[in-house]
């Protein structure tokens, strides 16, 4: 169960830093004219091409105590990044990081430009058109952002490996520790888990789509009454 | 600049806008000069004239390749001096044809969205005097999704008009509206600039607006002031066919002038690849010189017998070659070697007994017969 409880923090941390981060990266994808947009369009979305083990490899190059990314660490901390929770969160960052920007993007794309305009007629600038029109009129597609890369990360397994290797209570999350049981032939220990992930996985994901549902089309208007009238 | 004196009430809105259009389907260059007083001004043309790319450049959504725009003193736009104040500087207000409601805020919310720069209860109390002034103060707590069209419209006008803004641009926004409901909120609107008396410049592409609006009217075409004026010079004289178009004209007709009599003040002309003549009004033509007719289907009488003893010169044969109703109007086409196209009421379509095939005879009073320009 360790394992279990780790994963879902990992997830929860890595689904939390990605809505920060890929908000505004999504925005500026959505809106920006350069021309060059397209490179960081396909950075962003290799994750969804790469082999995890592929990506693996050139995080832990990265997170070694010579790479760019360690040595930043090891600065800043004190000490290294490798093989460390930390480094597995933000190697599961980069790994979910599509999952999360695509839906935003499409979500805030979706919003009528007619309501910006009106919006800067009325007299606000782009970041209140932003928090009081685009953001609250593409909460499905932030709900869908954090579910998407809380399940992705939920699920991760070769990333996982070769950055965090397997130890217990650090970086050993629920899939490896599934992998292990497998290989030492103990299998009702490996079912027993794979169950508890299937049964969470399940009843996040139903809570999700029911509460949507449940917001429908109004997702945006009611919870940002709920977020307005605190 | 919070100032509301005197000096910016009742100030003129002055333009010059060029803007090349390339991306959009019909490509055009958008060259006007224009002076609008405080009071309403239509701005009527065929759509894809150029009207709202105007109204966007003059809103600062899009970016003229030069202009100066000025209202009373201030400069908005200015190419010369690099001058570009940004949309949500310019104190301008403006109703989009969608309305563009904020569909998560309630109307209060939608209406106070742009007074953040005052306090939440001076805010509430602005919102419900110009609410009360556009007749929906009822509705403050509803959602866009859940209020009728007219409402709808009501509340867009008063959310941009309670920042009290120095120029109101209209974008066709009564479209949809039956004609008693636009009046009303048209009278709503005069008795609010009554005291406001900033321009409001009303794009429209419907004929019917001009009229029940317009005490003046800039027409457009192409990207250009084709005229200006009151509604009755403008629209009953139109002098170029794409406006003569827009203007309720269904029948062109090419023909050749054969005769002139100038003592009559009327010319006759011969229609293209027909053997009909009819009398048109005199024009700037000569006998043999080619000339074109715009007349409206409402203008023509249906006969179903020879007609007799009338004062209108132009009676022709025909027969119906379609018949169709549209709505409250009955929409014949008559072939009288030339088809024309003849509106008439479902109750005079029945009285008549019209049908298909069936002969009639067309009357064109003289000046229902329009000359225009190619």
């Not at chain 2, 207000?93 to 007074?115: I, M, R, W």
């Not at chain 2, 250009?224 to 062109?252: C, D, H």
Request: include cysteine; proline fraction near 4%.
């Amino acid at each position: 169960m360790e394992a279990l409880l780790l994963s879902i923090e990992l997830a929860a941390c890595v689904s939390a830093i990605l809505l920060l981060c890929g908000i505004p990266l999504a925005y500026w994808l959505a809106n920006s004219q350069w021309r060059g947009k397209f490179l960081l369009e396909s950075v962003v979305a290799l994750p969804l091409v790469l082999p995890p083990t592929v990506l693996g490899f050139y995080m832990l190059l990265a997170m070694g105590p010579r790479g760019p990314l360690g040595k930043l660490w090891q600065a800043l901390f004190g000490r290294g990044l490798a093989f460390t929770f930390a480094g597995l969160v933000i190697a599961s960052v980069i790994y979910s990081l599509p999952f999360a920007v695509q839906p935003l993007i499409a979500a805030f794309e979706s919003v009528d430009r007619k309501l910006l305009d009106a919006s800067a007629v009325l007299g606000a600038g782009r970041l209140r058109t932003f928090w009081r029109v685009i953001l609250p009129l593409s909460v499905p597609g932030v709900v869908t952002a954090a579910v998407l890369s809380f399940a992705h990360t939920l699920g991760e397994f070769g990333v996982v490996l070769m950055v965090g290797g397997n130890l217990r209570g650090i970086t050993r999350t629920v899939s490896i520790d599934i992998y292990d049981h497998v290989q030492s032939l103990e299998y009702s220990e490996a079912s027993r888990l794979a169950l508890a992930l299937l049964g969470f996985s399940f009843v996040v994901l139903a809570i999700v789509y029911g509460v949507n549902r449940q917001l429908g089309r109004h997702a945006g208007r009611r919870l940002w009454t709920l977020w307005a009238a605190r | 600049m919070d100032t509301v004196g005197g000096q910016v009430n009742g100030a003129v809105l002055t333009a010059q806008v060029r803007k090349e259009r390339r991306d959009s389907a019909a490509p055009f260059v958008l060259d006007i000069s224009l002076e609008i007083p405080s009071g309403i001004t239509i701005l009527f043309g065929p759509s894809g004239a150029g009207k709202s790319t105007l109204l966007d450049c003059l809103a600062g959504l899009v970016q003229p390749d030069a202009a100066r725009i000025a209202i009373g003193g201030e400069v908005l736009f200015d190419s010369s001096s690099r001058t570009n104040l940004p949309s949500q500087k310019r104190r301008i207000a403006y109703v989009f044809q969608s309305l563009a409601l904020f569909p998560h805020l309630n109307v209060e919310d939608n209406v106070t969205y742009g007074l953040t720069h005052l306090q939440q209860q001076e805010r509430r109390a602005r919102a419900r005097e110009v609410l009360a002034a556009f007749r929906v103060e009822n509705l403050k707590s509803r959602q866009p999704g859940e209020i009728s069209g007219g409402e709808k419209q009501r509340v867009a006008l008063a959310r941009s008009l309670v920042t009290l803004p120095r120029l109101l641009l209209l974008d066709e926004p009564l479209t949809g509206l039956d004609a008693e409901l636009k009046a009303a909120i048209v009278a709503d609107l005069r008795a609010w600039n009554a005291a406001q008396r900033i321009p409001i410049l009303y794009v429209t592409h419907s004929r019917d607006e001009v009229d029940a609006l317009g005490e003046r009217v800039i027409a457009m075409d192409h990207g250009r002031i084709v005229s200006a004026g009151t509604p009755q010079e403008v629209l009953e004289a139109p002098r170029r066919k794409r406006l003569a178009q827009a203007a309720g004209f269904e029948n062109f007709l090419r023909g050749t002038v054969m005769d002139v009599r100038e003592a009559d003040g009327v010319m006759r002309v011969r229609l293209e690849a027909s053997a009909c003549e009819i009398e048109v009004p005199l024009g700037y033509a000569s006998a043999g010189s080619r000339a074109q007719i715009a007349i409206r289907a409402g203008d023509i009488l249906l006969a179903t017998e020879p007609p007799r003893g009338l004062s209108a010169r132009n009676v022709l044969a025909g027969r119906i070659v379609s018949l169709d109703q549209r709505g409250t109007l009955v929409v014949a086409r008559v072939d009288c070697g030339v088809v024309f196209t003849v509106h008439v009421t479902p109750g005079a379509a029945r009285a008549l007994a019209l049908a298909l095939e069936q002969k009639v005879w067309l009357v064109l009073k003289t000046h229902s017969c329009h000359l225009v320009d190619d």
